[in-house]
C-alpha cells in the first residue's frame, strides 16, 4: 500500500418466546444506565423432557406484537448505544416467534445452512460470554438498527466446544437477517484484551455485509455494519461454455485500477445506476481489450468504510478513503460497488457477473488484498467493528505491554502466523476462488504476512508456505508487495517456494533514474529491462516473478511523474508530510502545468519511453487505470481520500487522447503480445542478448542499445538515449537477407511515433533525439 524506497452434540432443544410474566426476572444492565426486560427463551431437553430458564435467553427487540423495543444508534465514534423504547402493552403472542434450537455445530465458522437450520459458529479463545444478535429490518433508512435486536445469550455449557461458541437455529428466514456479536471478557488491556460487549460486532466469516447502501452516503455516515447471509437466491449461472482464462504468468499485461474510479465520472457516459460499479467494469470491457492488457489487478473491493476518516475530527475528516485499504471483513464483497445501491446480495451476484464478463473477453481478475491490518485504528483512537472486540489478544500483534504494534502504518497488524488467523485468510482466499472465481491476488504490505506472532521476521513464514502448497490456489497468482512499514524490505528475498512473484521496487525506481537522466544508471537499467536475474535468478523463480512496473496506485502518476519534481498534497490536510519524498521524478523544466509546447512535447517522449521500457522488459508488467491518456493528480502522490476527479478516469480526456497517447500506449501492449521476445520463460541466455555496449563503466552515458535475438531471425533492436543531445549511433547487421524496419521513434509525433509494419530504409546508422527510444524490427 505504501511507496517503498525505495459438534455438533445429540442433544435438541425446542425454543418457544413467550410473555413475561409477573415472576420474570428484573431487568438487566446492558449498557451503562440502560436496561431492557428479558423474555426467556425456554428450552425443552427432548430426551429427558426436562426444562431449563437459563440455557438461553432472547431480548426481543421489534415485533409486530407490541412486545417492548429495544433500538440500537451509533455515535460518532462508531460504538453501539442502546436505548430502551417506552413498553407497550403485551398483546398478540399467540403469533410470537416459536424457533427449534440447538447447541449447533463447530464447523463451519460463520453461518451455514444445516439440516436443522442455520447454524452460527464464531472463534473466541479469551471471551467469557456470548451473544448472538438478530436484527429482522424493516427497510427503512438502510444502515442503522431501526428494526431492534433479538439477543440470544450463548450458554457455555452448551454452545461451546473448545474456543468455538456456536448455536443453530431452525425456522430463521433463509435471507434479509442481520446479525452479529456481543462478547464480553477480561478487561485487562495491559494483557491485550479489548473486550466491549456494548458493541455488536461483525462475524469475521460473514459472507455479506449490510452497511450504507451508497458509497460515500454523508447522511449515513455513522451507521453500523452487520453481517447477514443469502441462502434464497439460486446458485450463480456461470454458463455451460464458461472457462477460466488460464494465462501463462509470462504472458500477463496487468492492469491496476479501482472499480469505483474507473466508471464513476459523469464522462463514462453510464447510467447514474451503473456508474462506479461492479456493472459498470462490465460496459467499459471493449476499452480494456482495445488498450490490449489481459488482466486486471482491482484494488481493495473486500467490504471497507469508506468514511472512516469523518469518524471524529482530525486533519482528514474531508476525505473519503476510496481506495479500499481498510478492511471490514475478509469474505465479503464491497457492498456499495452495487448498482442502484443494491446492497450486499446484489453486490455478490453483481461481483460474479463483472468477472464472468472479464473471463469471457480472455481478461483475468487479481484481487489487491489486504490482510496485514484492518479497519480497527490503534488503541489512542480504538473503532471496534470485528476483531478488536472478538479477541484483540490472538487476531492482532501486541507488544509485551499489550499494546497494538504498527508494522502496517495504520495502527494495528493483524497477527497473520497465529493458526487461527492464518486459517482464516487461507478460508478468505479459498472463498475468493471457489465462489468468485478469481485468478490470484496482490498482497498488501505482505512483508508483515512473514512476521512471527512477536513480530520478528521469519525465514520460513507457515501463511507464505501454506498459500505457496494450497491445493485450491494453485492455479492462482500470488504477488506480494515484499516490503511493510516495519522497514522489513524482501525485494528479491521474500520467501516464495518458487511460486510467489513480487512488485519489484528495485525496477520501478532504476527505471526512472534511468530514463529522467541520472548518471550511473546504464547498468542498473540493462539489469532491469533483462528481467532482474540479480534478484530472481535463484531456485526455480522465473523472470516472470518480477512484477515490473514503474507507476502504481501509490504514487505520481505518470503524467506526474513527468510534471512534477515535489509531491503536492496540501489538499490531503496533513501540511504535505504524507505521502513519499522519494519520487525519482523530473518536471522537465517546469513545475506541474504549462503551454510551453517544447516542455509539454518533451514531457509526452518521456512517458513513452516509460511505457515502451516497461513493455519491453522481461518479466510481467503492470501499468495503472489512466496512464493510457495521461491522467494527472497534480502532483497529489497520496490520493487515496479523493473521491473525485483526482482519481476518477476521465473518459472525456481519453477520447482527446485516442489518436496519439492512447493510440502508443496501445499498440506497444498489442506489439508486446505478438513477440515472445519480450516475455521469456527463463532469464536470457548469452545467444538471446546482445549488448551494443563496450563501455559499462562509462558514469556519464545514458544511452543503451541491445538486439533481442529470434530464432527465425526476426531480432529487434532498441536504443535509449536518456541524454540531453542527439545521438548518431551505429546499427548491427540485421540477420541475412533482412533488414531493419522502425517500429517505434518517440521523438515523432502520431502517427509516425508507431508503426506496426515498420519503416523500411532504414541506414547503417540512426540519429537518436535526446529523451527518446527507438524499436527496430528485422524483417524481409
Same mark, same amino acid.
Given at each position: 500500500m505504501l511507496h517503498q524506497p525505495l459438534l455438533c452434540t445429540s442433544r435438541s432443544f425446542h425454543a418457544s418466546l413467550f410473555s413475561a410474566a409477573a415472576n420474570t426476572p428484573k431487568p438487566t444492565s446492558l449498557a451503562g444506565n440502560l436496561s431492557t426486560r428479558h423474555i426467556w427463551l425456554k428450552f425443552t431437553n427432548q430426551a429427558t423432557g426436562s426444562t431449563s430458564n437459563n440455557s438461553c435467553r432472547g431480548i426481543v427487540s421489534e415485533t409486530r406484537d407490541g412486545v417492548k423495543l429495544r433500538t440500537t444508534n451509533t455515535n460518532a465514534y462508531g460504538r453501539a448505544q442502546e436505548e430502551v423504547i417506552k413498553d407497550e402493552a403485551v398483546k398478540g403472542m399467540e403469533n410470537k416467534p416459536s424457533w427449534e434450537i440447538s447447541p449447533g455445530q463447530t464447523f463451519p465458522l460463520g453461518v451455514s445452512q444445516v439440516d436443522n437450520g442455520v447454524n452460527f459458529a464464531i472463534? =473466541? *479463545?479469551?471471551?467469557?460470554?456470548?451473544?448472538?444478535?438478530?436484527? !429482522?429490518?424493516?427497510?427503512?433508512?438502510? @444502515?442503522?438498527?431501526?428494526?431492534?435486536?433479538?439477543?440470544?445469550?450463548?450458554?457455555?455449557?452448551?454452545? +461451546?466446544? @473448545?474456543?468455538?461458541?456456536?448455536?443453530?437455529?431452525?425456522?430463521?428466514?433463509?435471507?434479509?437477517?442481520?446479525?452479529?456479536?456481543?462478547?464480553?471478557?477480561? *478487561?485487562?488491556?495491559?494483557?491485550?484484551?479489548?473486550?466491549?460487549?456494548?458493541?455488536?460486532?461483525?462475524?469475521?466469516?460473514?459472507?455479506?455485509?449490510?452497511?450504507?447502501?451508497?458509497? @460515500?452516503?454523508?447522511?449515513?455516515?455513522?451507521s453500523k455494519f452487520l453481517g447477514t447471509y443469502d441462502f434464497d437466491s439460486l446458485p450463480f449461472d456461470w454458463g455451460e461454455n464458461y472457462k477460466l482464462p488460464n494465462i501463462a504468468e509470462k504472458d500477463l499485461v496487468i492492469y491496476?485500477?479501482?472499480?469505483?474510479?474507473?466508471?464513476?465520472?459523469?464522462?463514462?457516459?453510464?447510467?447514474? &445506476?451503473?456508474?462506479?460499479?461492479? $456493472?459498470?467494469?462490465?460496459?467499459?470491457?471493449?476499452?480494456?481489450?482495445?488498450?490490449?492488457?489481459?488482466?486486471?489487478? $482491482?484494488?481493495?473491493?473486500?467490504?471497507?468504510?469508506?468514511?472512516?476518516? *469523518?469518524?471524529?475530527p482530525n486533519p482528514r475528516d474531508h476525505m473519503i478513503n476510496t481506495w479500499g485499504y481498510s478492511t471490514i471483513n475478509f469474505f465479503a464483497p464491497m457492498s456499495r460497488y452495487a448498482s442502484a445501491g443494491g446492497g450486499p446480495a446484489n453486490a455478490s451476484q453483481e461481483f460474479k457477473q463483472m468477472v464472468k464478463a472479464l473471463h469471457s473477453a480472455g481478461i483475468e481478475v487479481i484481487l489487491d488484498v489486504v490482510y496485514n491490518h484492518t479497519n480497527e485504528a490503534d488503541d489512542p483512537h480504538p473503532y471496534t467493528t470485528? !476483531?478488536?472486540?472478538?479477541?484483540? +489478544?490472538?487476531?492482532?500483534?501486541?507488544?509485551?505491554?499489550? *499494546?497494538?504494534?504498527?508494522?502496517? @502504518?495504520?495502527? &494495528?497488524?493483524?497477527?497473520?502466523?497465529?493458526?487461527?488467523?492464518?486459517?482464516?485468510?487461507?478460508?478468505?482466499?479459498?472463498?475468493?476462488?471457489?465462489?468468485?472465481?478469481?485468478?490470484? !491476488?496482490?498482497?498488501?504490505?505482505? =512483508?508483515?504476512?512473514?512476521?512471527?506472532?512477536?513480530?520478528?521476521?521469519? &525465514?520460513?513464514?507457515?501463511?507464505?508456505?501454506?498459500?505457496?502448497?494450497?491445493?485450491?490456489?494453485?492455479?492462482? +497468482?500470488?504477488?506480494?508487495?515484499?516490503?511493510?512499514?516495519?522497514?522489513?524490505?524482501?525485494?528479491?528475498? !521474500?520467501?516464495?517456494?518458487?511460486?510467489?512473484?513480487?512488485?519489484?521496487?528495485?525496477?520501478?525506481?532504476?527505471?526512472?533514474?534511468?530514463? +529522467?537522466?541520472? =548518471?550511473g544508471m546504464k547498468g542498473s537499467f540493462a539489469t532491469r529491462v533483462s528481467g532482474s536475474s540479480d534478484l530472481y535468478r535463484v531456485n526455480k523463480r522465473r523472470p516472470y516473478h518480477s512484477i515490473n512496473f514503474v507507476i502504481a496506485h501509490d504514487g505520481f502518476s505518470l503524467r506526474d511523474l513527468v510534471s512534477y519534481n515535489f509531491k503536492h498534497n496540501e489538499a490531503n490536510g496533513e501540511g504535505g508530510n504524507d505521502g513519499c519524498n522519494d519520487n525519482f521524478s523530473w518536471n522537465c523544466g517546469l513545475e506541474g502545468e504549462t503551454d510551453d509546447a517544447s516542455i509539454r512535447a518533451l514531457r509526452s517522449r518521456q512517458m513513452k519511453n516509460f511505457h515502451l521500457a516497461l513493455m519491453i522488459s522481461q518479466g510481467t508488467p503492470m501499468m495503472l487505470m489512466g496512464d493510457e491518456y495521461g491522467h494527472t493528480r497534480h502532483g497529489n502522490n497520496n490520493s487515496y481520500g479523493h473521491d473525485s476527479a483526482i482519481n476518477f478516469f476521465l473518459w472525456d480526456q481519453l477520447d482527446a487522447r485516442k489518436g496519439d497517447h492512447f493510440r502508443f500506449f496501445s499498440n506497444v501492449i498489442k506489439y508486446r503480445h505478438a513477440h515472445k521476445l519480450f516475455s521469456h520463460e527463463n532469464f536470457l541466455s548469452e545467444n538471446e542478448i546482445t549488448w551494443h555496449e563496450d563501455n559499462w563503466d562509462n558514469y556519464d552515458s545514458k544511452f543503451l542499445a541491445f538486439t533481442l535475438h529470434d530464432r527465425n531471425g526476426e531480432d529487434i533492436y532498441l536504443a535509449f538515449n536518456a541524454h540531453d543531445y542527439f545521438l548518431e549511433v551505429s546499427l548491427p547487421t540485421p540477420p541475412t537477407k533482412r533488414r531493419w524496419f522502425r517500429v517505434v521513434d518517440t521523438n515523432l509525433k502520431s502517427p509516425d511515433d508507431f508503426v506496426l509494419d515498420g519503416v523500411p530504409k532504414v541506414g547503417k546508422t540512426y540519429s537518436i533525439a535526446p529523451y527518446s527510444s527507438i524499436l527496430l524490427e528485422a524483417k524481409f
Open positions: 472463534f =473466541s *479463545q479469551h471471551a467469557t460470554a456470548v451473544t448472538l444478535c438478530l436484527v !429482522f429490518p424493516e427497510r427503512g433508512p438502510i @444502515g442503522t438498527l431501526d428494526g431492534g435486536i433479538i439477543e440470544l445469550a450463548l450458554d457455555p455449557h452448551l454452545n +461451546k466446544t @473448545g474456543d468455538v461458541w456456536h448455536i443453530c437455529i431452525e425456522d430463521l428466514p433463509r435471507s434479509n437477517v442481520l446479525y452479529g456479536y456481543r462478547i464480553d471478557g477480561p *478487561q485487562d488491556w495491559g494483557k491485550g484484551h479489548r473486550f466491549d460487549r456494548s458493541i455488536v460486532l461483525v462475524d469475521p466469516y460473514a459472507k455479506l455485509i449490510e452497511g450504507r447502501r451508497h458509497f @460515500g452516503d454523508i447522511s449515513m455516515k455513522l491496476e485500477m479501482n472499480v469505483r474510479a474507473f466508471t464513476n465520472d459523469e464522462s463514462s457516459g453510464l447510467d447514474n &445506476n451503473i456508474r462506479g460499479s461492479y $456493472l459498470g467494469v462490465i460496459e467499459k470491457i471493449p476499452h480494456l481489450l482495445e488498450l490490449g492488457i489481459n488482466a486486471v489487478e $482491482l484494488l481493495p473491493i473486500f467490504e471497507f468504510d469508506e468514511l472512516e476518516l *469523518q469518524r471524529r470485528s !476483531f478488536r472486540g472478538i479477541d484483540n +489478544k490472538v487476531y492482532y500483534m501486541l507488544d509485551d505491554k499489550g *499494546q497494538l504494534m504498527n508494522f502496517s @502504518g495504520c495502527g &494495528n497488524t493483524l497477527n497473520c502466523n497465529h493458526p487461527v488467523v492464518m486459517e482464516l485468510i487461507l478460508d478468505s482466499l479459498r472463498h475468493w476462488v471457489t465462489e468468485y472465481h478469481v485468478d490470484g !491476488f496482490r498482497f498488501d504490505l505482505a =512483508s508483515v504476512l512473514c512476521r512471527g506472532t512477536d513480530g520478528s521476521p521469519l &525465514n520460513a513464514p507457515p501463511l507464505i508456505r501454506a498459500i505457496a502448497k494450497d491445493a485450491v490456489l494453485s492455479r492462482c +497468482k500470488i504477488i506480494a508487495e515484499p516490503w511493510d512499514c516495519g522497514g522489513l524490505y524482501l525485494v528479491g528475498s !521474500f520467501p516464495n517456494w518458487d511460486r510467489w512473484a513480487e512488485w519489484n521496487g528495485i525496477y520501478r525506481d532504476d527505471i526512472r533514474k534511468f530514463i +529522467k537522466g541520472d =548518471s
